[in-house]
């Protein structure tokens, strides 16, 4: 499976293919590649982008899918050496992040919370593949053309959201090595929001960026993962009974309301006030989003 999540991918990516799209649509359009009349394995596009053209109906020795196939197998190597022991760092240390919360206020289940397979999908950005709200969007928090943009799921609640963002900021302090009491970068949620907060001795950079609510995924999470409750929004878990949720975190409840000032980026605080009326709107039952045939 580990092989697959990331060959899959890569087949859209070299074809030019959005891979945002569902799986039906991914296909279709793969299936639609055809050789070149020119006999070239791959073509440039104007902003010079690599655009591949395998043959699928040839043999897989033949000359152009030997040089597809060589092209996957760098990528790979190249997500493999570079790009998953990154992940590895990052998930080490919100996990770390997510623990030291436990320990300041007392609130337990923060490192639960932070499952992998219930996170934001991350997908690249090809400006010759994205809607211009995106775009626009990329623009306007600076986070630079190589970042890429993340899709959120419909079935999030605000808090859950907002405390994913509180903790990816905290871990980035921790990575960079902030010179900061540990009692003023972790706090108890009860606690009341304050106006102000003690300024931070470095600015941290993000290379990610939120794409607007309307483009967010209405899909289900997986069967055996553990929702609680608190993690998902209102409004969607009343309309998706038959979505199996438990008991507990109570304290993430309300935690929204609690974010003080300069305790997340900037991006992601006006993001979230965006969310937030997206889904006081009950938008989050919009089937928007799910047209395949609108580029994220």
């Keep these: 499976m580990a092989v697959k999540s990331i060959i899959q991918p890569l087949f859209c990516q070299l074809c030019g293919i959005n891979c945002s799209h569902s799986k039906k649509v991914c296909v279709a359009a793969l299936a639609a590649v055809k050789p070149l009349d020119s006999g070239e394995p791959l073509e440039l596009t104007t902003e010079e982008v690599e655009i591949w053209h395998p043959n699928w109906l040839g043999q897989v020795d033949d000359k152009l899918n030997t040089k597809f196939i060589e092209e996957v197998a760098e990528h790979v190597y190249n997500n493999e050496k570079v790009a998953v022991p990154s992940f590895n760092d990052v998930a080490a240390v919100q996990h770390k992040a997510a623990l030291q919360y436990e320990q300041d206020s007392g609130h337990k289940g923060a490192a639960a919370l932070i499952k992998t397979d219930l996170g934001s999908d991350v997908l690249t950005c090809n400006d010759s593949n994205v809607s211009e709200d995106t775009l626009e969007r990329r ?3 600076e986070v630079g053309k190589s970042a890429n943009k993340v899709v959120g799921h419909a079935w999030r609640s605000i808090n859950y959201i907002a405390f994913l963002h509180w903790l990816s900021f905290h871990a ?29 001795t470095k600015k941290f950079h993000k290379c990610i960026f939120d794409v607007s609510p309307k483009h ?19 409004t969607w878990c009343a309309k998706n009974l038959d979505m199996e949720v438990v008991e507990g975190i109570d304290w993430l409840k309300g935690f929204y309301l609690t974010l003080r000032q300069g305790e997340i980026f900037d991006a992601g605080a006006t993001y979230l006030k965006e969310l937030k009326e997206w889904l006081e709107a009950g938008m989050c039952m919009s089937s928007e989003s799910e047209d395949d045939t609108v580029d994220i």
């Design 216 to 234: 967010l995924n209405h899909n289900l999470p997986q069967p055996k993962a553990t929702i609680f409750k608190s993690m998902v929004d209102e």
């Design 139 to 141: 623009k306007l928090v």
């Design 172 to 200: 980035l302090k921790q990575q960079q090595d902030v010179n900061e009491p540990s009692s003023g970068s972790m706090r108890n949620a009860d606690d009341e929001p304050q106006c102000k907060c003690r300024k931070m």
